[in-house]
T-cell receptor, first 113, second 108 residues
């Protein structure tokens, strides 16, 4: 079956611009997670959803970052007023429920010039 | 503070030369310890979950073990296709806390 998909695969933007990153989880998975991975580091937790609601957003670095999952399936990570330090790979993962294994997508590589 | 530390940062092996990767953790409310493999430009690929000290899991040339403070990923007779970054993660409150990974290069 299809795995987690993320679009776009690459995004180049200018400092100060707004970007949206999309995640399509595995069909039937109720939990969805966002992580951020900088070069040479492991992924860092940002936020996770159980269904439509954000169950834990403690990893979002500041109020420029926001994520939604309005219908309990696709999720969008939104970054306002991008900064060069936001450049990283943004990974999405999904699991059948919160106690099951998380499966990752290929990531979106964001470069802020 | 919750922390996961992996060593070594990088490891070069000759094909067939067995070795072990280490993951030490200090995490409150640990629910499980996960190993993932990550190839360049790809997302992490799930390998194993370990839930209790003494547990072992095997898959082909890989075996993962768990103690109360550490986990080991043993690689037996590795092949060049085992070259990748291996990530360890501890799960607490339904989120994964990752180490920085071990970059493994297996030379033919």
């Amino acid at each position: 079956g299809a795995g987690v998909s993320q679009t776009p695969s690459n995004k180049v933007t200018e400092k100060g611009k707004y970007v949206e990153l999309r995640c399509d989880p595995i069909s039937g998975h109720t939990a969805l997670y966002w992580y951020r991975q900088s070069l040479g580091q492991g992924p860092e937790f940002l936020i996770y959803f159980q269904g439509t609601g954000a169950a834990d957003d403690s990893g979002l670095p500041n109020d420029r970052f926001f994520a939604v999952r309005p219908e309990g399936s696709v999720s969008t990570l939104k970054i306002q007023r991008t900064e060069r330090g936001d450049s990283a790979v943004y990974l999405c993962a999904s699991s059948l429920n919160v106690v099951e294994t998380q499966y990752f997508g290929p990531g979106t590589r964001l470069l802020v010039l | 503070e919750d922390q996961v530390t992996q060593s070594p940062e990088a490891l070069r092996l000759q094909e067939g030369e067995s070795s072990s990767l280490n993951c030490s953790y200090t995490v409150s409310g640990l629910r499980g310890l996960f190993w993932y493999r990550q190839d360049p430009g790809k997302g992490p690929e799930f390998l194993f979950t370990l839930y209790s000290a003494g547990e072992e899991k095997e898959k082909e040339r890989l075996k993962a073990t768990l103690t109360k403070k550490e986990s080991f990923l043993h690689i037996t007779a590795p092949k060049p296709e085992d070259s990748a970054t291996y990530l360890c993660a501890a799960e607490s409150s339904y989120k994964l806390i990752f180490g920085s990974g071990t970059r493994l290069l297996v030379r033919p």
